[in-house]
C-alpha cells in the first residue's frame, strides 16, 4: 500500500514550495509520532517546526530535562538518608555547569535520534513558524523567507504554552517558568513557586535537593487538585520536610522587581504578613493551549474561545482532512497521551480503522515519593456516586519498601463491587510511575481482582504491592490482617 501512496502525491502547484500528502504542524512527541507513522505508512510527509531541534516541550524543556534533574536530586536525597544503614557522605559537592551540561546531553541524545529517523522515513523537516493561509496551505516563516506548503491532509500539533499570572514582572528573567527553571541558571538562597501542582512540585523536588529554601503558594486547599488526597498525603509530609512553606488556601497578589530580589505579597488563609523577597520565582500555575497561534481561521478550523481545538475520535477537526492531536486537542496534556493520538490521526489519513477509545490515560507526579493514578479516581467515584470496592496495601508491610527506607507509600486498587473488574488504581511511593503500567494494563484486558491477586509477582519487588492491593480487596492477604474474610 504505502508504495502506490506515495506515488499518488502530486506535484507542487502554483504558489507552493513543497507538496505534502499530509503536513504535521508541531514537532512534540504528538506531532513528531505522527509524521513518523504517516511516512511509516508510505505518505510523503512535511514536518514543520519552529524550534530547530525536534521533539517540542516535552524532549527539549520539559519531561526529560525534568527528568535528569530530578534523578539527580533522588540521588543526593538517597544518600544522605543512608545514615540509618550505616553509611554517610559528607555534602555533595555540586557543579552546576557539568549538571547542565549533562541534562543537556541527555536531551541531545534524544532529539539528534529524531532528527535521523526523520531523515530515515524521508519526513520532510521544515524549520520556521506556520499559519494557515488557507484549508490546504501553510504559510511557514523560516527567517530566510516564508516558504509555502501545499497538503492534502494535515494534522496540528502545536502544543501548549506555560499559562501566566497576569500584571507580574515578566521582563525579570529571575521570574520564570517551567523552561526558566530548567536552564539551571543558579542555585537560588530563596525560592517562591507559585502553583501546587505536577510542575511546581517537580520543580521543588529538584531545588530542594539543590539546597534552595522553597516556598510554596497553591490556590486549593490541597497540593495536586484531582489527586486522591490520601495519595497526596504521603508526598505532603515528606516535602514539608524539605521545604521552607507550604501556603495552601493563599495566592501571591503582586510581585515587585528589586535589585535585592522579587518581592511578593500575598493573600489568603496562610498569606505571610507584609512582603517576602526571593532570589527567583518559578509560575507554574498550569498551560494553555496554542490554537489561536496557528491562523486555524483561515483554514475554518474551530477554535474554542480557550484555545483549544475540538477533535472527535478519529482526531478530526471540524474540517474533515484536518486533524489535532496532542495538548491543543484537550486535557490532559500529557506527551504519551499525543503519542497515541497521534498513531490515530496518522492511521485515519492512510484508510486504516483507527479510534482513540483509552480506558484509561495515567498520571504521574515524578515528585519525591512519586505520585501515579490511572482510570477512576476515589474522589470521582465518590462524587459521582460510582460504587467500588477498595483494596489499599500499605508499603509499612512491604520488605522491599522497608528495605530501600522508603515505607511511606500505599497502593490502592479500585474494584466494580458486581464484575470485579479494575476500575482505577493510585500509588504513592518511588517509582510509582513505573508501577502504574501494570493497572493500566490490567484495566485494558479487563482483568478483575482475582486476576491480579493470582498473577505471581516477583518477590521481594514494590510491584508486588499490586497483588498485595488486590489480595487485600479479596480478603486472601496473609501478609496483613484481611479487612473482611473470602466468602
Ligand atoms: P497543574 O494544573 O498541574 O497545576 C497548577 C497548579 O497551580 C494547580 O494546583 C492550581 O490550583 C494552582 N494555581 C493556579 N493558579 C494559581 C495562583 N494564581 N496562585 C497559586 N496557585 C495557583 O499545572 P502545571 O503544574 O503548571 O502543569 C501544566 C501541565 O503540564 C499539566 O497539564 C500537566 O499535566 C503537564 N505536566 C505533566 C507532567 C507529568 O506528567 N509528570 C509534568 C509537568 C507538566
Request: net charge negative.
Amino acid at each position: 500500500m504505502s508504495e502506490k501512496l506515495a506515488e499518488t502525491a502530486p506535484a507542487p502547484a502554483k504558489g507552493i514550495d513543497i507538496q505534502a500528502q499530509v503536513a504535521v504542524l508541531g514537532a512534540g512527541p504528538g506531532g513528531y509520532t505522527a509524521a513518523f507513522r504517516a511516512a511509516d505508512l508510505g505518505l510523503k510527509t512535511v514536518l514543520i517546526e519552529r524550534h530547530a531541534s525536534l521533539g517540542g516541550v516535552c524532549l527539549n524543556v520539559g519531561c526529560i530535562p525534568s527528568k535528569a534533574l530530578l534523578h539527580a536530586a533522588a540521588v543526593i536525597n538517597e544518600a544522605a538518608e543512608l545514615g540509618p544503614m550505616g553509611v554517610s557522605f559528607g555534602a555533595p559537592a555540586i557543579d552546576l555547569e557539568a549538571m547542565r551540561t549533562g541534562k543537556d546531553r541527555v536531551v541531545k541524545k534524544l532529539t539528534s535520534g529524531l532528527k535521523a529517523m526523520a531523515k530515515q522515513r524521508q519526513v520532510e523537516v521544515v524549520t520556521g513558524t506556520g499559519r494557515f493561509e488557507s484549508p490546504n496551505r501553510i504559510a511557514v516563516e523560516t527567517g530566510e523567507g516564508t516558504l509555502r506548503v501545499g497538503f492534502d491532509h494535515c494534522i496540528i500539533a502545536c502544543g501548549s504554552s506555560p499559562l501566566r499570572i497576569p500584571g507580574l514582572p515578566y521582563e525579570d528573567p529571575r521570574l520564570m517558568d517551567s523552561t526558566g527553571a530548567l536552564e539551571l541558571r543558579d542555585i537560588p538562597g530563596r525560592m517562591l513557586v507559585i502553583g501546587g501542582g505536577i510542575i511546581g512540585l517537580e520543580m521543588a523536588t529538584v531545588y530542594s535537593a539543590l539546597g534552595t529554601a522553597i516556598d510554596i503558594v497553591e490556590l486549593q486547599p490541597g497540593l495536586i487538585p484531582g489527586c486522591d488526597r490520601d495519595l497526596v498525603k504521603p508526598l505532603e509530609k515528606r516535602l514539608k520536610q524539605r521545604v521552607r512553606n507550604i501556603m495552601l488556601e493563599t495566592r501571591v497578589t503582586s510581585i515587585q522587581s528589586r535589585t535585592e530580589g522579587l518581592a511578593a505579597r500575598f493573600e489568603g488563609k496562610a498569606a505571610p504578613e507584609g512582603e517576602m523577597l526571593y532570589d527567583r520565582v518559578l509560575v507554574a500555575v498550569g498551560r494553555t493551549p496554542n490554537g489561536k497561534l496557528i491562523g486555524a481561521e483561515a483554514a475554518g478550523v474551530r477554535v474554542d474561545e480557550r484555545g483549544f481545538i475540538p477533535a472527535d475520535q478519529h482526531m478530526r477537526t471540524n474540517v474533515p482532512h484536518i486533524f489535532a492531536i496532542g495538548d491543543v486537542v484537550g486535557n490532559p496534556m500529557l506527551a504519551h497521551k499525543a503519542t497515541h493520538e497521534a498513531k490515530v490521526a496518522a492511521e485515519v489519513i492512510a484508510g486504516l480503522p483507527a479510534l482513540f477509545d483509552p480506558l484509561a490515560i495515567p498520571s504521574v507526579a515524578y515528585t519525591d515519593p512519586e505520585i501515579a493514578w490511572m482510570g477512576l479516581t476515589e474522589t470521582e467515584a465518590k462524587e459521582r456516586g460510582i460504587a467500588y470496592e477498595k483494596g489499599a496495601f500499605p508499603w509499612a508491610a512491604s520488605g522491599r519498601a522497608l528495605g530501600i527506607g522508603r515505607d511511606e507509600g500505599m497502593t490502592k486498587l479500585l474494584f466494580d463491587p458486581e464484575t470485579k473488574r479494575i476500575l482505577g488504581a493510585g500509588i504513592v511511593g518511588v517509582n510509582a510511575g513505573e508501577l502504574i503500567g501494570e493497572a493500566v494494563l490490567a484495566l485494558e484486558m479487563g482483568a478483575d481482582m482475582e486476576d491480579i491477586g493470582l498473577s505471581i509477582h516477583p518477590h521481594p519487588t514494590l510491584c508486588e504491592t499490586l497483588g498485595l492491593a488486590a489480595e487485600m480487596a479479596e480478603g486472601t492477604i496473609t501478609d496483613l490482617v484481611p479487612p473482611r474474610k473470602r466468602k
